[in-house]
């Protein structure tokens, strides 16, 4: 997808959604646990139900990749469901050597047609260059996650520069990209980070989990990281999958993501 039809979509529905399908199996609604299709069902409902109230969905590869060869499928099932006005995110953390990472851009953008691939920078260019290298692609790359286990690296001062070391990882990785192909993974846990995170990024989009579950204030990071194009995609898994255990999942699912979009509404301008 474009940059300019995201952003468009943003303004036009003015919401910067993103719905999170970390399906659990153990987490299924009781009528749908023993049903062989009861994955796909889950997921198909919650787009549906969802889908006017947000311009994104990630699909945590980790809960589907566990299932096996059905788990693929049934992953492949819910992108190919998911329409094309939609910005589609694979949620798979994948960085290795560049011939490998060649392979992992062919199974996300190419098999699965996704939009993005979340991916890691720990290895260096040549590791995420393969992922730049296709036209309307992105590579979204761990920046500032939202995870306590980010400061035993990501937050890091560095000697030579004084800088953490996230902020290195910002200005080297947005000069292998652009805005148009580059977003950065920051966690909405670190709002008190966003101003300094514009200021060495102010174009590129932030695809932002944490909010909801994890604690993260969308008013907080709304304001202090939103650009001119809004720039975010606030990623929301928990709190709208599982706003309800019972049959009508889908009905709570739908409010738990209208709630949110109308928060959205009045932080853009």
Not at 220 to 247: C, Q
Request: charged content about 25%.
């Amino acid at each position: 997808m474009q940059r300019s039809k995201l952003v468009s979509q943003i303004l036009e529905k003015k919401n910067y959604l993103c719905v999170g399908l970390d399906t659990d199996t153990e987490k299924l609604p009781a009528h749908l646990k023993n049903k062989p299709d009861g994955i796909f069902e889950f997921n198909k409902r919650i787009i549906d139900a969802t889908l006017e109230h947000c311009v994104s969905y990630k699909i945590n590869t980790a809960f589907y990749e566990s299932m096996g060869t059905k788990g693929w499928e049934i992953m492949q099932e819910t992108f190919n469901y998911i329409p094309d006005s939609h910005f589609k995110i694979a949620d798979a953390k994948r960085g290795d050597i560049g011939n490998t990472s060649h392979q992992y851009a062919i199974a996300f953008y190419e098999t699965l047609k996704a939009d993005a691939v979340t991916v890691a920078p720990y290895m260096g260019e040549d590791s995420i260059k393969p992922f730049l290298s296709y036209k309307d692609k992105w590579a979204i790359v761990l920046g500032l996650t939202s995870n306590a286990g980010s400061k035993d690296f990501q937050q890091l001062i560095l000697s030579d520069t004084g800088k953490p070391l996230y902020e290195t990882v910002l200005e080297t990785v947005a000069k292998w990209g652009n805005i148009d192909n580059t977003m950065f993974v920051t966690g909405a846990t670190k709002a008190d980070f966003f101003e300094d995170i514009r200021s060495v990024v102010p174009e590129h989009f932030l695809l932002v989990p944490g909010v909801g579950a994890q604690g993260g204030s969308l008013s907080e990071v709304s304001k202090k990281g939103a650009n001119k194009d809004i720039g975010l995609l606030i990623n929301a898994s928990r709190a709208i999958i599982y706003a309800s255990g019972g049959e009508d999942f889908d009905l709570a699912a739908s409010e738990a993501a209208k709630e949110i979009c109308n928060e959205m509404k009045g932080y853009i301008v």
